[in-house]
């Protein structure tokens, strides 16, 4: 599977961003999707999950209310909507594919170990 992520671009502190991600080579339908992000000296943390139905979706809590995840198993992608940016979002941002097909969706898809694939990232400016 590969995963080509795009959206990401410079904002000011307010404002609002879509992020998209598209994989190719497989159908990711059946799959867990996941965003994570990476500011400079940071670890990779997680932002938001979604799970293979699309019913149920999981945020942390620094962007809950803020971001919303969302799918497109037609267009076999996974979107990030993101309002009310702040500078403190500002990283790179990666989505990735679970690794069990139909994986029961748990807080467990908050680890990164629960991913299999990630795609190449975008970065996310916020300035203030």
């Known amino acids: 599977v590969q995963l080509q992520a795009f959206g990401g671009g410079l904002v000011q502190a307010g404002g609002s961003l879509r992020l998209s991600c598209v994989a190719s080579?497989?159908?990711?339908?059946?799959?867990?999707m996941g965003w994570f992000r990476q500011a400079p000296g940071k670890e990779r943390e997680f932002v938001a999950a979604?799970?293979?139905?699309?019913?149920?979706?999981e945020y942390a809590e620094s962007v809950k209310g803020r971001f919303t995840i969302s799918r497109d198993d037609a267009k076999n992608a996974v979107y990030l909507q993101m309002n009310s940016l702040k500078p403190g979002d500002t990283a790179v941002y990666y989505c990735?594919?679970?690794?069990?097909?139909?994986?029961?969706?748990?807080?467990?898809?908050?680890?990164?170990?629960?991913?299999?694939?990630w795609g190449q990232g975008t970065q996310v400016t916020v300035s203030s």
């Open positions: 080579g497989r159908s990711v339908s059946n799959y867990v």
């Open positions: 990735a594919v679970g690794r069990s097909v139909r994986g029961l969706f748990t807080t467990r898809h908050r680890a990164l170990s629960e991913y299999d694939y």
């Open positions: 979604n799970s293979w139905s699309g019913g149920s979706s």
